[in-house]
């Protein structure tokens, strides 16, 4: 079991930065591939970012990519979503998510939501024009 708590979320001007952080409790944090979904107000749940246990492979939506970085701290516990150049339709809900499963290294084992077994209850981030 795996529990994730999420902080680091806020309100910005569109430009500006935030760096959302994931700490986890629990075994073999590094043996989880890690995630950062997020869920925009009557929209669904999208893929932003994820990392392998190792952090040696990432991979960031087209609507993230050279924005936004994923990395993490295996001897911390954490990971974390850098977050630059923000603009207003960044504006969403924003969840980590783990999993144990061993996943295949391409996109599209990470961006599904459903390969992923833990969740954090959410950090809002609102991004102003």
């Known amino acids: 079991q795996v529990q994730l708590v999420e902080s680091g979320g806020g309100l910005v001007q569109a430009g500006g930065s935030l760096r959302l952080s994931c700490a986890a409790s629990?075994?073999?944090?590094?043996?989880?591939?890690m995630g950062w979904f997020r869920q925009a107000s009557g929209k669904e749940r999208e893929f932003v970012a994820g990392?392998?246990?190792?952090?040696?492979?990432?991979f960031h939506a087209d609507s993230v990519k050279g924005r936004f970085a994923i990395s993490r701290d295996n001897a911390k516990n954490t990971v974390y979503l850098q977050m630059n150049s923000l603009k207003p339709e960044d504006t969403a809900v924003y969840y980590c998510?783990?999993?144990?499963?061993?996943?295949?290294?391409?996109?599209?084992?990470?961006?599904?939501?459903?390969?992923?077994?833990?969740w954090g209850q959410g950090t809002q981030v609102t991004v102003s024009s």
């Open positions: 998510a783990a999993t144990a499963r061993v996943l295949a290294t391409i996109p599209e084992a990470y961006d599904f939501w459903g390969h992923f077994d833990f």
């Open positions: 629990g075994r073999a944090f590094s043996s989880h591939v």
């Open positions: 990392i392998s246990g190792s952090g040696s492979t990432t």
